[in-house]
């Protein structure tokens, strides 16, 4: 049987070709060297939760359309709430208790919240200020958040009506 394989590209081999200055060549093999060693398997971890974060909102969006009011939106409502309850509930396991490994903050806060609504981390920022005492800027925070991510989206709707 054969299977396609995806040949190996020599990029040892190659590059100094290319390149007729070493010092870039250089350069290049530590920028390689850096990134690979700086990524690691974190942006992988991260890759996947978001994945099952982004399909598990699509779930919980269209179940929520099935069960509730489609006119308004709480299936947003929903998830945002209950991404806030899941951060909160993640943090405090991972971070401040440290019941699981540091990875699955990646996965599950970074990764799976992130995909599932980014509003988790709004929520558990604003808290933090909160809980460190920074009471006027978590307020400013929140306010300015809101006001402004409702201000862009009513722009950005605008900007299409205009151009388009």
Known sequence: MSR?????????T????????????????????????????????????GAF????RYLAGNAAVKYFNPQL???????????????GLLMTLIVDKGLLPPVWRLFLCV????GFTTFSSFGYEVYTLFAE????????????SCLLGVLAAAFGVLAVKILI
């Open 133 to 144: 005492g920074n009471l006027a800027c978590a307020l400013l925070y929140a306010a300015l």
């Open 73 to 87: 939106p709480y299936g947003t409502f929903i998830i945002n709430i209950s991404g806030c309850f899941l951060m």
């Open 4 to 12: 396609h394989l995806v040949p190996s590209f020599p990029l040892q």
């Open 14 to 49: 190659f590059l100094p070709k290319v390149l007729s200055n070493i010092h870039e060549y250089v350069i290049i093999k530590n920028i390689f060297k850096i990134i690979s060693r700086e990524l690691s398997h974190e942006p992988l971890y991260i890759a996947i939760g």
């Open 111 to 114: 990764g799976v919240l992130g």
């Open 53 to 56: 974060g982004a399909v598990l």
